[in-house]
């Protein structure tokens, strides 16, 4: 019979009830007694003479011992330094005091912006627990005193161990900074070269190189601009892009102060040509016109371009040199001036080769350029701007004009749009006003667009037939509607104005006002609503300066007279709210046919309402069209006669419209009626003859007259 117990962890097993058949040191009489902690003791004979020793548990612990050694030496070390190559070595063994090998360490510093470890900050512990990794400044200038540390992973958890270095900055240095070829020819290369002292010339050394020529914009000289040290030495390749003078190149150690420089002559590149480089504006205004065209409308009539040309060399490069630039103009009509002077002027190009020149605008409208020209040893080189316009002035009356869209629309009893007006503005010479001119509108009732600036036309056809997205030079076009509370008489003023001058009699053709000249003094506008042709009493107006306060006097010039408020001229000539305008029906949709245009309120259709065909077997049903107030029917509006339910009736008149119009008193329309028999030729019809209209809301009405014998 066996027996087996469990003693300190070993399985133990008996080949008798008795005690004595075990063989363990540690057992005392009567199977009691102490253990033995030894394992070498804890030992049992098993079946057949073979022998159990129980294994020891594995240590859950560990200890990280760091140091920085010499790694030629071995010494310790608590310095480091640019000079010379440290190690950093861990140490790791287990709750046991045993080593513990393959096991990786991972190496950090306080600060990692001022620590390298290479190859890397990781490494394995080796058979005898130890992991080392090369120690160093991250930089020449760092310095201070650092923690060292390495940590490793048992199990669940990280044990760390550290230590602490002082770094003192290298003193490196940098000798002399010189370039292979002094000077260098235009558009060569060289290489700049620097030692490096202070530290091993196996430590890779960063060398930052600038140039002030390579600084430029745009760039006249290229510089590697950081290169590393190799034994020692920094090498940089300088390449002229056009320098052409001294240019200061210097070397920086990166991450210190320590700097060289060197000044590298460089040759000036040939002057070969001068270009055009740009004109602005490439419109100007007649002297004397331009300026802030008006209070609040932030458009300028510039009378000045500055026109720019620039020298290069033979690679097309601009020469930086200063060089003496010859500029004139092609022509002086009206008396354009070039840097204030007739011209020509001689300018000197600046660092970028560049050369300006303004030039200033006559009196007269005309193209004009601005001529160029250098000269070097061999040759002299000319070239010309681009074309200049000194074009357009402001408007003038006597060129200031609109057109409406539609005159007549059917906006009585609807609102909506009722078509557009236009603007059509010239300065004295009969030229377009510059685009971008802004023209300002005004109405009595309904509602029109407040401005419009000359220029491109876009989305919708000006009067005239314009074609949308049409190029219109002096041009633009506003919407009007109606809407709102409609005048009593249906009729609407409109009116456009800009500032522009008044008009004058230009007798010496100076194409500018001279004392003595006839001219149109002019007030202030308003809108002449019953279209009088003078200003009445509650009539709305608009001031140009306040201080106006003259007599508004007749004058020789009836062709552009336009009415004014009295009392608001000033009496000498100049700028003004040049304006022009019209009136617009807003015409009902019910037609009222009458004997005469004669209005008659309120207003009834009197036409007869019977026709006799008389001897020649016809008659013409004749009447004024018209809406409640007396003007026209809307434009388009259909009007058509019907013999379809009559006897033996018929018209030979086509369906009129109504036109385009304003006129008060509406449109005349006549519609012939025959009552002879086509077959027999008989006079016999008779019965009633039917007039419509149809707007072009499609509103229908009805009048029946009667024809016959």
Same mark, same amino acid.
């Given at each position: 019979?066996?027996?087996?117990?469990?003693?300190?962890?070993?399985?133990?097993?008996?080949? =008798?009830?008795?005690?004595?058949?075990?063989?363990?040191?540690?057992?005392? %009489?009567?199977?009691?007694?102490?253990?033995?902690?030894?394992?070498?003791?804890?030992? &049992?004979?098993?079946?057949?003479?073979?022998?159990?020793?129980?294994?020891?548990?594995?240590?859950?612990?560990?200890?990280?011992?760091?140091? $920085?050694?010499?790694?030629?030496?071995?010494?310790?070390?608590?310095?480091? =330094?640019? /000079?010379?190559?440290?190690?950093?070595?861990?140490?790791?063994?287990?709750?046991?005091?045993?080593?513990?090998?393959?096991?990786?360490?991972?190496?950090?510093?306080?600060?990692?912006?001022?620590?390298?470890?290479?190859?890397?900050?990781?490494?394995?512990?080796?058979?005898?627990?130890?992991?080392?990794?090369?120690?160093?400044?991250?930089?020449?200038?760092?310095?201070?005193?650092?923690?060292?540390?390495?940590?490793?992973?048992?199990?669940?958890?990280?044990?760390?161990?550290?230590?602490?270095?002082?770094?003192?900055?290298?003193?490196?240095?940098?000798?002399?900074?010189?370039?292979?070829?002094?000077?260098?020819?235009?558009?060569?290369?060289?290489?700049?070269?620097?030692?490096?002292?202070?530290?091993?010339?196996?430590?890779?050394?960063?060398?930052?190189?600038?140039?002030?020529?390579?600084?430029?914009?745009?760039?006249?000289?290229?510089?590697?601009?950081?290169?590393?040290?190799?034994?020692?030495?920094?090498?940089?390749?300088?390449?002229?892009?056009?320098?052409?003078?001294?240019?200061?190149?210097?070397?920086?150690?990166?991450?210190?102060? &320590? $700097?060289?420089?060197?000044?590298?002559?460089?040759?000036? +590149?040939?002057?070969?040509?001068?270009?055009?480089?740009?004109?602005?504006?490439?419109?100007?205004?007649?002297?004397?016109?331009?300026?802030?065209?008006?209070?609040?409308?932030?458009?300028?009539?510039?009378?000045?371009?500055?026109?720019?040309?620039?020298?290069?060399?033979?690679?097309?490069?601009?020469?930086?040199? +200063?060089?003496?630039?010859?500029?004139?103009?092609?022509?002086?009509?009206?008396?354009?001036?070039?840097?204030?002077?007739?011209? +020509?002027?001689?300018?000197?190009?600046? %660092?970028? *080769?560049?050369?300006?020149?303004?030039?200033?605008?006559?009196?007269?409208?005309?193209?004009?350029?601005?001529?160029?020209?250098?000269?070097?040893?061999?040759?002299?080189?000319?070239?010309?701007?681009?074309?200049?316009?000194?074009?357009?002035?402001?408007?003038?009356?006597?060129?200031?004009?609109?057109?409406?869209?539609?005159?007549?629309?059917?906006?009585?009893?609807?609102?909506?749009?009722?078509?557009?007006?236009?603007?059509?503005?010239?300065?004295?010479?009969?030229?377009? @006003?510059?685009?971008?001119?802004?023209?300002?509108?005004?109405?009595?009732?309904?509602?029109?667009?407040?401005?419009?600036?000359? *220029?491109?036309?876009?989305?919708?056809?000006?009067?005239?037939?314009?074609? +949308?997205?049409?190029?219109?030079?002096?041009?633009?076009?506003?919407?009007?509607?109606?809407?709102?509370?409609?005048? =009593?008489? *249906?009729? @609407?003023?409109?009116?456009? #104005?800009?500032?522009?001058?008044?008009? #004058?009699?230009?007798?010496?053709?100076?194409?500018?006002?001279?004392?003595?000249?006839? !001219?149109?003094?002019?007030?202030?506008?308003?809108?002449?609503?019953?279209?009088?042709?003078? #200003?009445?009493?509650?009539?709305?107006?608009?001031?140009?300066?306040?201080?106006?306060?003259?007599?508004?006097?007749?004058?020789?010039?009836?062709?552009?007279?336009?009415?004014?408020?009295?009392? /608001?001229?000033?009496?000498?000539?100049?700028?003004?709210?040049?304006?022009?305008?019209?009136?617009?029906?807003?015409?009902?949709?019910?037609?009222? !046919?009458?004997?005469?245009?004669?209005?008659?309120?309120?207003?009834?259709?009197?036409?007869?309402?019977? #026709?006799?065909?008389?001897?020649?077997?016809?008659?013409?049903?004749?009447?004024?069209?018209?809406?409640?107030?007396?003007?026209?029917?809307?434009?388009?509006?259909?009007?058509?006669?019907?013999?379809?339910?009559?006897?033996?009736?018929?018209?030979?008149?086509?369906?009129?419209?109504?036109?385009?119009?304003?006129?008060?008193?509406?449109?005349?329309?006549?519609?012939?009626?025959?009552?002879?028999?086509? &077959?027999?030729?008989?006079? &016999?019809?008779?019965?009633?003859?039917?007039?419509?209209?149809?707007?072009?809301?499609?509103?229908?009405?009805?009048?029946?007259?009667?024809?016959?014998?």
């Amino acid at each position: 019979m066996t027996t087996a117990a469990r003693f300190n962890g070993a399985r133990l097993r008996a080949l =008798s009830p008795r005690c004595g058949v075990v063989i363990l040191t540690t057992l005392l %009489a009567a199977c009691g007694g102490g253990g033995s902690s030894d394992p070498a003791k804890d030992t &049992v004979i098993l079946p057949g003479g073979g022998i159990s020793t129980p294994s020891t548990p594995a240590s859950t612990t560990a200890t990280v011992t760091v140091g $920085v050694i010499d790694p030629v030496t071995g010494a310790a070390r608590n310095t480091i =330094s640019f /000079t010379s190559l440290s190690l950093v070595r861990a140490l790791v063994k287990d709750g046991n005091g045993k080593a513990l090998p393959n096991t990786v360490v991972r190496f950090s510093a306080s600060d990692e912006a001022a620590i390298t470890f290479s190859p890397a900050a990781t490494a394995l512990t080796d058979e005898n627990g130890v992991a080392s990794v090369n120690l160093g400044p991250a930089r020449l200038s760092t310095a201070g005193a650092y923690a060292i540390s390495g940590s490793v992973q048992v199990g669940e958890s990280a044990f760390t161990g550290s230590t602490s270095v002082a770094v003192g900055a290298s003193q490196v240095a940098l000798g002399d900074l010189a370039p292979g070829i002094s000077p260098l020819s235009a558009y060569g290369t060289t290489v700049f070269s620097v030692s490096v002292s202070g530290v091993p010339t196996s430590t890779l050394v960063q060398v930052r190189f600038t140039s002030a020529c390579a600084a430029q914009n745009p760039p006249r000289a290229t510089i590697t601009p950081m290169v590393s040290t190799v034994n020692g030495i920094a090498r940089a390749t300088y390449v002229d892009k056009g320098c052409g003078s001294q240019d200061l190149v210097t070397a920086t150690v990166e991450g210190t102060s &320590v $700097v060289r420089a060197a000044t590298l002559p460089v040759l000036s +590149p040939s002057v070969a040509n001068i270009q055009f480089a740009s004109a602005s504006p490439m419109v100007i205004a007649l002297r004397g016109t331009g300026g802030t065209q008006g209070p609040g409308t932030g458009v300028r009539f510039p009378e000045i371009s500055t026109v720019r040309f620039q020298v290069v060399d033979e690679a097309g490069v601009p020469v930086a040199t +200063p060089t003496n630039v010859t500029l004139s103009l092609s022509n002086d009509t009206g008396g354009i001036l070039i840097d204030q002077l007739p011209g +020509p002027v001689v300018k000197q190009t600046d %660092a970028n *080769g560049f050369v300006e020149v303004q030039v200033q605008s006559g009196t007269l409208p005309t193209p004009v350029w601005v001529i160029a020209s250098i000269t070097t040893a061999t040759r002299t080189v000319t070239t010309n701007s681009v074309q200049l316009a000194v074009s357009t002035g402001q408007p003038i009356q006597s060129r200031f004009s609109t057109s409406f869209e539609v005159l007549n629309c059917e906006g009585w009893s609807y609102d909506g749009k009722c078509g557009s007006v236009g603007v059509i503005a010239a300065d004295a010479m009969g030229n377009p @006003v510059p685009d971008g001119t802004a023209i300002s509108f005004i109405a009595d009732h309904g509602m029109v667009e407040a401005n419009c600036q000359t *220029g491109v036309i876009t989305g919708r056809p000006l009067p005239g037939g314009d074609s +949308p997205g049409e190029d219109s030079p002096g041009r633009c076009r506003v919407s009007v509607f109606s809407q709102g509370t409609r005048p =009593s008489d *249906g009729r @609407v003023g409109v009116v456009a #104005y800009a500032v522009g001058e008044e008009h #004058y009699e230009d007798w010496n053709s100076n194409n500018r006002y001279d004392v003595g000249e006839a !001219f149109y003094d002019m007030g202030y506008l308003f809108i002449d609503r019953n279209q009088s042709g003078a #200003y009445e009493a509650g009539e709305r107006f608009v001031p140009f300066l306040t201080a106006q306060s003259g007599a508004c006097a007749s004058n020789s010039l009836p062709a552009v007279r336009t009415a004014s408020v009295p009392g /608001t001229c000033d009496g000498v000539w100049g700028r003004a709210h040049v304006r022009s305008g019209g009136v617009i029906v807003f015409s009902g949709s019910v037609p009222y !046919f009458r004997t005469s245009p004669v209005f008659g309120s309120p207003n009834i259709s009197n036409i007869p309402t019977s #026709y006799s065909l008389g001897a020649a077997c016809s008659a013409v049903v004749g009447f004024w069209l018209q809406d409640l107030n007396g003007n026209p029917m809307p434009e388009g509006t259909v009007v058509s006669a019907d013999t379809g339910g009559a006897f033996k009736l018929s018209t030979s008149s086509e369906p009129t419209r109504v036109p385009n119009t304003n006129a008060r008193g509406g449109t005349y329309h006549a519609f012939a009626i025959s009552g002879r028999d086509p &077959v027999s030729g008989e006079c &016999v019809g008779s019965g009633a003859v039917r007039i419509r209209t149809q707007t072009p809301r499609g509103i229908i009405s009805d009048i029946f007259v009667n024809v016959g014998a």
